[in-house]
């Protein structure tokens, strides 16, 4: 889905954990919420989350209780992800502030977690 930004929903989750990004749904799209472009599809298969980050990357197999972190930006964002051995500092799953849509009609924003859950990486 592409091309359209999205009028931003009431609701919000804040993970501290890829299952908590999951909130019970076996499959989700991350959305860029100034274009309404999908940039991830996650999918829930038994305990793995598996990321797929479009565009010819590679899939990546995550356990479904795999604490996120966060890594800030200079300005009011930040981005999201897991850490892998792969990936340096972190694979990013999604952005501060875009949108997470479980069906057509449960979106939510993502925020940060204003708690200590999950790992803050150093910028």
């Not at 908590?20 to 959305?31: K, P, Q």
Request: with cysteine; proline share 8%.
């Amino acid at each position: 889905m592409t091309g359209h930004p999205l009028q931003l929903p009431v609701k919000q989750v804040s993970p501290g954990t890829m299952r908590e990004l999951m909130a019970g749904y076996s499959a989700a799209e991350i959305v860029c919420v100034r274009m309404g472009d999908t940039y991830r599809i996650i999918k829930v298969i038994g305990n793995t989350v598996t990321v797929d980050p479009l565009g010819g990357h590679v899939v990546l197999p995550v356990s479904i209780d795999a604490p996120l972190n966060y890594i800030p930006w200079d300005l009011d964002r930040g981005s999201i992800g897991i850490l892998h051995p792969d990936f340096v500092p972190h694979a990013e799953i999604c952005i501060e502030y875009d949108l997470v849509r479980y069906s057509s009609t449960d979106i939510r924003q993502i925020s940060w977690p204003q708690t200590s859950r999950g790992v803050v990486a150093a910028a």
